[in-house]
């Protein structure tokens, strides 16, 4: 049996990868990404990095087709671009709604335990997440737009739903919004009032007072909230329920 060792410094035995170095080779090549359960730690782009790559992107695309027999299609790629941001927001928006419905979910179902409370945590979490991402790309359309319409000369719009800024929504904006929604549903109750509604109609020339009184008691001993409807007429059995709603403090 030969046990000399080789002297020659460039012998390299093969060496299995361990379970580290597969991990360390998948960090160098791809970098690091979290598991799906798992919250991003990773920032988002910085604004002004993402407004000079916007900006360098649409002069880029407009030095390279203007003059050229291409120019044509220039406005409908730069509006596709615009687009891309617009579509990757709405998607995000979707997954926004799912994750509301999941920490609902999440809030019924509590019972004390550890891991129902570690599962709210988490819906918690990649909610925050999800509206910084929806709010990173409303940002990245808003300013391609911007760029749109400077290039083009006309508003960039999408062709379908709206283009709404969620990161605009100030507290003192929804505040006023919940302020003026309170207002018009308050100054609608007083022409709508809420209540059971019953219809009553009755002809000009029918003065039976007794069986309309009657009628009437019994269906406001059924219907407490009861709101009188009528045809307002000046005389006959119309204006005998408008004066049985006013004796009854019913609303005519």
């Not at 000399?4 to 093969?14: C, H, Q, W």
């Not at 970098?31 to 920032?43: K, T």
């Not at 000009?204 to 009628?215: E, G, K, L, V």
Request: hydrophobic share 40%; proline share 5%.
């Amino acid at each position: 049996m030969n046990l000399t060792l080789s002297l020659d410094d460039t012998f390299e035995p093969d060496h299995a990868s361990s379970p580290t170095d597969r991990v360390i080779y998948e960090m160098q090549v791809f970098g690091y990404r979290p598991f799906q359960d798992e919250p991003d730690p990773r920032p988002l782009p910085e604004e002004p990095m993402v407004q000079s790559a916007l900006t360098a992107m649409f002069s880029a695309m407009f030095e390279m087709l203007s003059d050229t027999r291409l120019e044509p299609d220039l406005e409908d790629l730069l509006w596709s671009t615009v687009n891309l941001f617009h579509r990757a927001g709405e998607r995000i928006q979707r997954e926004l709604q799912r994750n509301e419905d999941a920490q609902r979910t999440g809030q019924r179902e509590q019972d004390g335990s550890e891991v129902k409370s570690v599962e709210l945590e988490r819906h918690v979490v990649e909610g925050i997440t999800l509206l910084e991402r929806r709010n990173a790309f409303e940002f990245m359309r808003d300013y391609a737009a911007d760029l749109f319409e400077a290039q083009t000369g006309s508003a960039w719009r999408p062709r379908t739903g709206s283009k709404v800024n969620h990161a605009n929504m100030t507290a003192a904006m929804i505040d006023s919004r919940d302020f003026l929604s309170a207002r018009r549903h308050a100054e609608n109750a007083v022409l709508v009032p809420t209540g059971t509604k019953i219809a009553f109609s009755g002809g000009m020339d029918y003065n039976d007072h007794d069986r309309i009184w009657a009628a009437l008691d019994k269906a406001h001993a059924k219907h407490a909230d009861m709101i009188l409807l009528h045809g307002g007429s000046p005389k006959g059995a119309e204006r005998i329920a408008a004066c049985w709603a006013e004796a009854r403090k019913v609303h005519p």
